[in-house]
């Protein structure tokens, strides 16, 4: 049975930041439901020059680990790793309801990236996705910096943050993606103009009388 099996989950992480993030969630959400351990991902990119991190250069593992000890077992990738039979989920298949990611017998699965490999909306999961979200905090070092980085730009009472992409990389993809027709899909909002995001900033009311960081 389920509450039996204890194999294990690898997976990656991709894309920025918050969708790292979400891919971390993710991937410790399919570890809960399939009863299985979770194998912490290998080092990933955080930014557009190919430049690879461990996590634990960036969130706090020991914390991450004893949070979610009696919750879903969570190993460092240096510590654990399959040797048997590992089956290698199609990343093309989005959103896996908690019931079809119970039925795979391998011992072993693991994904390239676990970015919505699961409906996380699946209400009796919901609330371990929060759960799983908390468990995740930066590190001293990371903090350390982005308290330094606050400091700098004067926003000890708040600022705003507004995360603006307009690097080649960003208008490649947006060519591709606003390229595609009758999917169904909003596909003009990739580049918004200044002019646009000003309207957006008048509608929604963000103080003026606070350091904006563009990111």
Known sequence: SNSQRRGTVSFGLCGGLTNQRMSLIHGLLIAYVTNRIAILPKPTQVSSNDQMVQLHDLIDVEYLISSLKGVVEVVRNDKFFPTDTINRLDNNKKRRKPSELRQFEDKHIDMECAFNM?????????????????????NVQTRNLVQNVTTRIGAEYGYTALHFRIEDDWVHHCSIWEDIKNDGVIRDNCMMHTDVIANVFAIARIPTNRPLYVA
């Open 118 to 138: 699961i409906a996380a909306t699946d209400v009796d999961i919901v609330p371990y996705f929060w759960k799983f979200d908390r468990s995740i905090r930066f």
